[in-house]
């Protein structure tokens, strides 16, 4: 099965953003205004961070205050409830990550359907994971660790964040395409799945560059490969898993929307506000030291985006049978 992301459309709907006129100098429907930017996650992670990149330039750009608002719990969805409720007149926006796309179908009874709650405004950016082993795994390449799995169906072990995180979900992806048995050893964040694998107690992970980059420097861990289907610009050191596994290809990725029912030329104001703010290079670079390539896509583009990772996340999260817990 290939799950690639459509970059082909993600970048025309960047190009188009950036012809677009600034519609945000205009009209000004943000101008003076103060704006609840909700991140549905904790202060101090990469959600956040990304938020608070964004919300320095983003509230100039708009004349207006961007106030950041960590509304955390629920695995997302304190913040995404919050956002839905919010009125739809600008003075409250969304930013948060691919989470959205997995939520609905990881929690099913809980009836998200972020394409008719909400206005899907602009990707601003995305990253790949490596895939990384513990120094005492034997391997030096991703065949190598595939034809171990193989010689060993289920005695090797993979961490991550927890069920239905993309720790867990990138990696299913490539043990289900690469045809292997690995345990799945959930942990209750990153950093306890990192240190089991440091201390020989996990072989495998999944994680975003900025987590593990470190690590693989100093010779904690071994990077295998990028889940980028080709090398990436943020890291062009490490080989695409791709060329092991055809068609593998995962990156997070982090997005903006506005509540349902907000008109369409405010969401237009905006991406045009989000598009200019992302040329800037030195925002680029810093979303880069986050592992994270910037993009500002259309809402038409982002939306058409969105559309097709609910429907691979659908189909990867029922055919793995995976469900979180207090769903």
């Known amino acids: 099965m290939s799950f690639v992301i459509r970059r082909r459309t993600l970048m025309a709907g960047l190009a188009a953003g950036l012809a677009a006129p600034s519609l945000a100098r205009a009209q000004g429907r943000f101008e003076g205004r103060t704006i609840r930017l909700i991140v549905p996650f904790p202060a101090g992670g990469g959600t956040d961070v990304a938020a608070r990149l964004l919300a320095e330039r983003l509230g100039p750009a708009l004349k207006a205050r961007l106030v950041v608002e960590n509304l955390p719990g629920g695995g997302g969805s304190i913040g995404y409830r919050a956002a839905v409720a919010a009125p739809n007149d600008g003075s409250a926006i969304l930013l948060t990550s691919s989470a959205i796309a997995t939520m609905p179908f990881l929690y099913p009874a809980r009836n998200y359907d972020p394409q008719k709650e909400l206005i899907a405004v602009s990707m601003i950016g995305q990253g790949p994971s490596l895939i990384c082993v513990g120094p005492h795994v034997p391997v030096r390449t991703l065949k190598e660790l595939i034809d171990l799995a193989k010689s060993k169906p289920g005695e090797l072990s993979y961490a991550s964040a927890g069920i239905g995180s993309g720790l867990h979900l990138s990696a299913e992806v490539f043990i289900k395409m690469a045809g292997i048995n690995i345990k799945h ?143």
């Open 185 to 327: 050893v959930p942990y209750r964040g990153a950093a306890l799945a990192t240190s089991d694998i440091l201390g020989g107690r996990i072989d495998v992970i999944v994680d975003i560059l900025t987590s593990v980059r470190p690590l693989v420097g100093d010779g904690k861990l071994r990077a295998l490969a990028i889940t980028s289907k080709t090398r990436s610009p943020l890291a062009p050191e490490y080989v695409p898993a791709a060329e092991t596994v055809p068609g593998y290809d995962f990156a997070a990725w982090f997005g903006v929307y506005l509540p349902s029912g907000a008109q369409q030329a405010l969401a237009d104001e905006l991406q045009a506000a989000i598009a200019t703010t992302l040329t800037d290079a030195s925002l680029k670079e810093r979303y880069a030291v986050l592992g994270m390539e910037t993009a500002g896509t259309t809402p038409a583009a982002f939306r058409t985006f969105m559309a097709a990772e609910l429907d691979r996340w659908g189909r990867v999260i029922k055919d793995l049978g995976i469900t979180a817990e207090g769903g």
